[in-house]
């Protein structure tokens, strides 16, 4: 509903979790079309902004079936100093509207090299570099990532120095023993003699003998990483980035398990990345010296993701989600707080401009500021004015109030104030013969109302028409 952003959870087959499993078992796995990030890019698009990992949590003990996380990892997160002089190029910012997940994870697009959270969440970073936050307040913040990793040629030099927890890095559970000579015979055959060639070699080999697929394994006993590696050879990315660090490890590499998002579909009415469940992805972390951690992904292309363009099929789907991230935007999110935080910033600026002294040292406020403060006094003269006087409504929101209060007296929408979508779905619940022109109403009410748009003379007069069959169809 409008009313509040809800709660998404973990729960769902596709979709952001707190583990990496390849144990399930059982038919396929199911879409969900939920979004969970809207993405503005301040700046301008980056290039490849459709396929940027969108980094989330890390994982470093395996048991044969899952990744966790340990509580006791040493200190191996990338000094800040690293990103300045080993990474090329500058920081780009991502402002982030995200939906509260049942983990209280910050994402970004890798490589993250630090948060700026609005008034009402505080981000932290943990030991191994992962960040999450804490607060009452929706998760909305600025991610700064770097555009490109290092040069090929810089990682293969990067061989000596400082390396992670090496008892969390490189922990392997008991495992059949052709999965490590598996390993040296895809180096062997690729002639990589540095670390960087050899988790080059291995992404490539999935990437280019293995096929995607988001059918899963019939029984527990092929849900295996063994069956995977030298039965099935197909799986979702899951499958990938457990094989990735798995055989990265035995050959004594440091690497780790990532979850986060790949990619996400542009809203072109809203000026937006859309994020959903569906994008839900697991790739691997490998770890080099002067540099950190370094990503590399070797589920095949093309194949993540793709799910998620069968549930943007009705042409009002992003349309409706635009709107949705306005009201997001400009109402639940516009809070108290917020506003205070805004208004004490400018009163800081304003403050600042009118002491700039003159040349005989007198405080004298710029023209343009006496002209600023002469517009929030117009501005605050005439909300009081305005105060304790109630706009009359329109004709759109006249027609929509009269479908609610007949939708209440049916006893099929609740008391008290309702959103739009919640209203909606009250509706299609109580009364399915209802739904489609209720729906009408809904959508051209909100796209007029929250969307800025001028509705055409046929619009309106299939408004008034949805509105009175929709009443009619409400008993």
């Not at 804490?134 to 990682?155: C, D, F, H, I, N």
């Not at 495992?175 to 490590?180: S, Y």
Request: net charge positive; glycine share 12%.
């Amino acid at each position: 509903g409008w009313g509040g952003r809800g709660d998404l959870t973990a729960t769902s087959i596709a979709g952001f979790g707190d583990q990496v499993s390849i144990g399930d078992v059982g038919a396929r796995i199911q879409s969900n079309p939920s979004v969970v990030l809207r993405v503005e890019f301040p700046e301008g698009l980056p290039a490849g902004f459709l396929g940027l990992h969108w980094r989330g949590r890390s994982y470093d003990h395996f048991d044969g079936v899952r990744w966790t996380r340990s509580d006791d990892v040493r200190p191996s997160r990338v000094p800040p100093e690293w990103f300045r002089t080993g990474w090329p190029g500058e920081d780009f910012p991502q402002r982030i509207f995200a939906a509260p997940l049942d983990v209280r994870v910050l994402f970004g697009a890798e490589a993250v090299t630090g948060f700026r959270a609005d008034a009402g969440i505080f981000p932290m970073q943990d030991n191994v570099g992962d960040w999450s936050y804490w607060g009452s307040a929706p998760p909305v913040y600025t991610a700064y990532s770097r555009r490109r990793p290092p040069a090929a040629e810089a990682l293969r030099t990067a061989e000596r120095g400082f390396m992670p927890d090496r008892a969390r890095y490189l922990q392997l559970p008991r495992l059949p023993d052709r999965i490590a000579a598996l390993a040296d015979s895809v180096v062997a055959a690729a002639d990589a003699g540095t670390r960087y060639d050899r988790a080059v070699a291995v992404e490539r080999f999935f990437r280019t003998t293995f096929g995607y697929t988001r059918e899963l394994p019939r029984t527990a006993r092929e849900a295996t990483l063994d069956h995977f590696l030298f039965a099935r050879r197909e799986g979702h990315c899951e499958y990938f980035s457990t094989a990735m660090v798995v055989m990265l490890r035995s050959l004594g590499i440091h690497a780790r398990n990532v979850t986060g998002f790949l990619g996400g579909r542009w809203n072109e009415f809203g000026g937006y990345l859309a994020v959903t469940q569906n994008e839900a992805h697991s790739w691997v972390e490998v770890w080099f010296p002067g540099y950190g951690w370094v990503p590399f992904d070797p589920t095949p292309g093309g194949s993540a993701g793709g799910e998620a363009a069968t549930v943007w099929n009705w042409p009002g789907r992003l349309w409706l989600d635009g709107v949705q991230h306005r009201w997001n935007k400009w109402i639940l999110d516009y809070s108290l707080t917020t506003q205070v935080d805004l208004a004490g910033r400018l009163a800081g600026g304003v403050r600042d401009l009118l002491a700039r002294p003159t040349s005989d040292g007198a405080p004298t406020p710029p023209p343009w500021a006496l002209a600023l403060g002469g517009a929030v006094l117009i501005v605050a003269l005439l909300q009081r004015r305005s105060r304790g006087r109630a706009p009359s409504p329109d004709r759109l929101t006249r027609g929509y109030l009269s479908l609610v209060r007949r939708a209440r007296g049916a006893g099929h929408a609740p008391q008290g104030p309702v959103a739009p979508m919640a209203f909606l779905g009250s509706v299609a619940r109580a009364c399915p013969e209802a739904a489609a022109p209720a729906g009408r109403v809904v959508e051209l009410y909100t796209r007029a109302r929250f969307g800025g748009a001028s509705l055409t003379t046929t619009e309106r007069r299939d408004f008034r028409r949805s509105v009175r069959e929709a009443r009619r169809r409400i008993s």
